[in-house]
């Protein structure tokens, strides 16, 4: 089973009227100013994991500043999930700066067969993450309601570029470190994190902790894979592409040529997402 852990879609209205949502977000502005940056909806979606045998894709949302950005958005992941309930799984967006909101938001999204929440931003989202007491009460809701949280993750050196932002290793320990209760999935290899892994306390730490490698190619040399399979785990590594921001098909190729395991490389493209999903 092939399952991809990173994927955005969006509503045909937010596609359609581009440069008003670009106007009044920070976040859909840093990702989508440029209109080269592509946008899909869930039927592309469908189409692009057919035509490279995806059984299943996790719709990811993005960090919407705004509480009433992320419950239109989050209507229409609610919506396909419904429509493709074999083919989609949904992770939602929640502002947790206005909480209240938030966890109500969460327990909506759960009841609408949301599996989790992401792609959280807490750079751009400008959320006091490392603030043990005030995340307490938005991780509490995602436990309560069995949900994972996939956030946004970057490098702290190397290149810059669109959405790159500052949610750094460090940044995420600290949240990490405080919520071990949590199951989190941080995007983009966690910014270098798994090399820590080798100080005990923080493999001890990274327990709940998995890593997807969305949008790779752009960031890192394959020998990714092997590195950080070896750093903390061949059971911790999810295949993500970031679609429509690289083609599936060019990942699962990637994977496929490394230097692992025929039972490495199926768990990293979907045995590990499948048990950590739940799906039978
Ligand atoms: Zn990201």
Aim: proline share 6%; net charge negative.
């Amino acid at each position: 089973m092939i399952i991809d852990f990173h994927t955005h879609i969006f509503p045909p209205q937010v596609i359609e009227n581009r440069q008003s949502y670009t106007d009044c977000d920070p976040c859909f502005a840093a990702l989508y100013e440029n209109p080269k940056a592509k946008m899909i909806t869930a039927e592309e979606l469908v189409e692009s994991m057919d035509a490279s045998r995806i059984d299943i894709s996790v719709v990811q949302n993005i960090g919407w500043t705004a509480h009433e950005l992320c419950v239109e958005t989050n209507d229409y992941i609610l919506e396909s999930i419904k429509k493709y309930p074999d083919r989609l799984v949904g992770f939602c967006s929640v502002q947790p700066l206005s909480m209240g909101n938030a966890v109500k938001e969460i327990e909506r999204c759960a009841a609408g067969g949301a599996k989790g929440i992401g792609e959280l931003r807490p750079d751009i989202q400008m959320l006091p993450i490392d603030d043990k007491d005030f995340m307490q009460p938005f991780v509490d809701s995602l436990v309560k309601n069995n949900m994972i949280l996939l956030t946004h993750s970057s490098e702290p050196v190397g290149h810059q570029y669109p959405g790159k932002g500052t949610v750094t290793p460090q940044m995420l320990y600290s949240f990490i470190y405080n919520h071990p209760e949590l199951t989190v999935v941080c995007a983009h290899w966690v910014g270098g994190l798994p090399f820590y892994a080798l100080m005990p306390e923080v493999e001890m730490a990274l327990e709940n902790v998995y890593f997807d490698s969305a949008a790779s190619p752009f960031l890192y040399k394959p020998l990714i894979y092997r590195q950080v399979s070896e750093l903390v785990g061949e059971d911790k590594i999810l295949f993500g592409s970031d679609y429509p921001l690289l083609e599936q098909s060019r990942i699962i190729k990637e994977i496929l040529l490394q230097d692992l395991s025929d039972i490495t490389k199926m768990k990293i493209l979907g045995e590990n997402a499948r048990r950590l999903l739940g799906i039978a």
